[in-house]
């Protein structure tokens, strides 16, 4: 049940890997690799996609409203009332289920906060003592994913 808690995304080399959310039974097994500010911004990140989802989908509430008052014009004419109800159902989750659907600002979100601890956002592997390659990407032991992460003022770049 991979595809349920993980989306595809991409590393900073353009390679495609899977990205675990951390939240339910994920984030409680990775406890000790993933941090409270990662989740915390993953959820704000979720909110902010939710609220603008919302604002994007209000104009086209009449518009479903239009459907599904044609479906129950339709099962007036055919006299089956049952399949006006499953169609506007159907209608109705499938619009809904996009809600739910991880996009690319829960991906951004991790990756800067995990960029900021030094953690693998693929993994979740501390990349806190590992070396910049010459591309200035950290590659991470564990998943072989690369990854720009942000360099601390104490810590000098070598190019």
Known sequence: MWFLTTFPAQDDRGRPIRVPLPRGSLAAFNEERWHVECERKIEYAKYQREQSLLRQALP???RLGIAIALC???????KNSASAWLIAF???CMWGSQFKRPGPAE???LRRACGRRRVCPGCGYVLEHLEPAADLLVECPECSAAWRIEQRADTP???
Request: glycine share 6%.
């Open 107 to 109: 991906l951004v979100a």
């Open 60 to 62: 086209t509430l009449p």
């Open 90 to 92: 159907v209608v109705i």
């Open 72 to 78: 129950f014009g339709a099962s007036y004419l055919i």
């Open 157 to 159: 770049v070598t190019a």
